[in-house]
């Protein structure tokens, strides 16, 4: 008989939780990058670009977000600086995030924490539904401390993540940063009508390696003729699964017919973000 009253009691969670919360993204100085690789025009665009101006893109990145759950909306974009000698920045665009062109019909809004070191964006009007993406452009800004050392316009790729694992910045040179304590992290926030709000992270980025010699046209160092330097997108994914936790009685009722189970309450569900070739 406490077989099946526990086996009803389990039929009936006691707590509805948002599952299948996974996530992609890819940052790009171009916009277009996050294209496909048919799609020819976009690809010779971002070929023949001048170095000057892609030195200039490289201080206001894109960002490609994709919502990869089956069931719930993102609601809102949190990503810390990495490097703290710099902060996410409006002066450029009049907000802190701007949609892009590529994703239009989405309305978001963004602010700043922790005096420029985190960036929140919102997304409004029911967010970011499961299987769709939404593109938006960020600023980044030398805090004012070092402003009279370090390139006005620094590299995302220098302040979000160190290419190769090089810290750029430490004692004004290039050195092996063999961690990434100061790179970026992004949280994601999912929401689903008469559920809990559920965020999944932080996932910080990783130092990708970038082995073809272009990772030294950074800041005032620019590609010359001859020399090859090509747009590239870089990924970030997770997730989180969460399953229904029981109540204290049946937990007991369980731990009396020795049936207690092992919850996994988080699981992470690496989510692969598609690159354009």
Same mark, same amino acid.
């Given at each position: 008989m406490l077989v099946l009253v526990a086996i009803s009691m389990l039929a009936t969670p006691a707590k !509805?939780?948002?599952t299948d919360t996974d996530w992609s993204l890819k940052i790009s100085e171009r916009e277009m990058a996050f294209r496909p690789a048919t799609d020819?025009? !976009?690809m010779k665009t971002l070929m023949w670009d001048l170095p000057a101006s892609r030195r200039a893109a490289r201080n206001v990145p894109f960002i490609?977000?994709?919502n990869d759950s089956a069931t719930a909306s993102i609601t809102q974009f949190k990503m810390t600086i990495g490097?703290?000698? @710099?902060? @996410? $920045? +409006? $002066?450029?665009?009049g907000m802190y995030a701007k949609l892009g062109k590529d994703t239009p019909g989405f309305s978001l809004s963004s602010t700043v924490e922790n005096g420029g070191d985190t960036l929140l964006v919102n997304f409004l009007n029911g967010g970011v539904a499961p299987g769709k993406t939404v593109n938006f452009q960020i600023d980044l800004d030398v805090d004012a401390a070092f402003a009279n050392s370090f390139f006005i316009h620094p590299d995302y790729r220098t302040v979000l993540f160190d290419m190769n694992g090089d810290n750029y910045y430490e004692n $004004? =040179?290039?050195?092996n940063d063999p961690d990434s304590d100061d790179n970026s992290k992004v949280s994601i926030t999912f929401s689903m009508g008469g559920m809990p709000s559920v965020t999944a992270g932080p996932t910080p980025f990783p130092d990708p390696n970038v082995l073809d010699g272009s990772a030294r046209f950074? +800041? $005032? +160092?620019? !590609?010359?003729? =001859?020399?090859s330097d090509p747009i590239r997108s870089f990924p970030l994914s997770g997730g989180v699964s969460f399953i229904p936790e029981p109540g204290t009685a049946m937990l007991g009722l369980l731990g009396l017919l020795g049936m207690t189970?092992?919850?996994v309450r988080y699981r992470r569900k690496p989510s692969p973000c598609q690159q354009a070739a």
């Open positions: !509805a939780e948002i020819v025009m !976009a490609c977000l994709t490097d703290d000698q @710099f902060h @996410f $920045a +409006n $002066a450029l665009m $004004a =040179g290039i050195v950074i +800041n $005032a +160092n620019i !590609a010359r003729y =001859g020399d189970p092992q919850l």
